[in-house]
T-cell receptor, first 113, second 114 residues
Framework: NAGVTQTPKFQVLKTGQSMTLQCAQD?????MSWYRQDPGMGLRLIHYSVGAGITDQGEVPNGYNVSRSTTEDFPLRLLSAAPSQTSVYFCASSYSRGKNIQYFGAGTRLSVL | GENVEQHPSTLSVQEGDSAVIKCTYSDSASNYFPWYKQELGKGPQLIIDIRSNVGEKKDQRIAVTLNKTAKHFSLHITETQPEDSAVYFC?????????????FGTGTRLTIIP
């Protein structure tokens, strides 16, 4: 069982470039979410999804878009990268209502120059 | 919204000693409190969790205590080993049914000294 898979593991962008961070889970989880991790700030929620076709904003959504066309995939899009988006990004998923264990991917380390 | 504070930010303990990490939360409606361990270069992994109807939970060398009145919860690691060295995060979740959003603390870097 692969769990939550994130690609790429590392990425360097120039300011203004766009890219998509991929996240896939094979556990048939309804809930998926994206976090960013910055030094001294813990994990902050960017966007989340409670099921296919449904997404909502988290704590720090500006500059990011998401979509959830399938249960398995939850990509995170940066439309115009900024240096402030330099961070480590984690995707997480959890099973369903009442089952709160979130499983995290290994992360994507993004640098925006 | 929920706010979670975590202390200390760094902690060094001698191998074999105990380690305690403390968190406080702001919203009395929070009802689920997980602890995650993050090893270098990896994503966080759940190590133990507690719900608001329980005061303490143990799993081998790890225990979590919850004081709902004071709105704080703590992670206790006994007989620490080198492999316990990692960053630990506490989190809290509000009780909205179907809401899986967690609010995380800022993390504690635990170093076990051999």
């Amino acid at each position: 069982n692969a769990g939550v898979t994130q690609t790429p593991k590392f990425q360097v962008l120039k300011t203004g470039q766009s890219m998509t961070l991929q996240c896939a889970q094979d556990m048939n989880h309804e809930y998926m979410s994206w976090y960013r991790q910055d030094p001294g700030m813990g994990l902050r929620l960017i966007h989340y999804s409670v099921g296919a076709g449904i997404t909502d904003q988290g704590e720090v959504p500006n500059g990011y878009n998401v979509s959830r066309s399938t249960t398995e995939d939850f990509p995170l899009r940066l439309l115009s990268a900024a240096p402030s988006q330099t961070s480590v990004y984690f995707c997480a998923s959890s099973y369903s209502r009442g089952k709160n264990i979130q499983y995290f991917g290994a992360g994507t380390r993004l640098s925006v120059l | 919204g929920e706010n979670v504070e975590q202390h200390p930010s760094t902690l060094s303990v001698q191998e074999g000693d105990s380690a305690v990490i403390k968190c406080t939360y702001s919203d009395s409606a929070s009802n689920y409190f997980p602890w995650y361990k993050q090893e270098l270069g990896k994503g966080p992994q759940l190590i133990i969790d507690i719900r608001s109807n329980v005061g303490e939970k143990k799993d081998q060398r790890i225990a979590v205590t919850l004081n709902k009145t004071a709105k704080h919860f703590s992670l206790h690691i006994t007989e620490t080993q080198p492999e316990d060295s990692a960053v630990y995060f506490c989190a809290a979740r509000l009780s909205n049914f179907g809401n899986e959003k967690l609010t995380f603390g800022t993390g504690t870097r635990l170093t076990i000294i051999p």
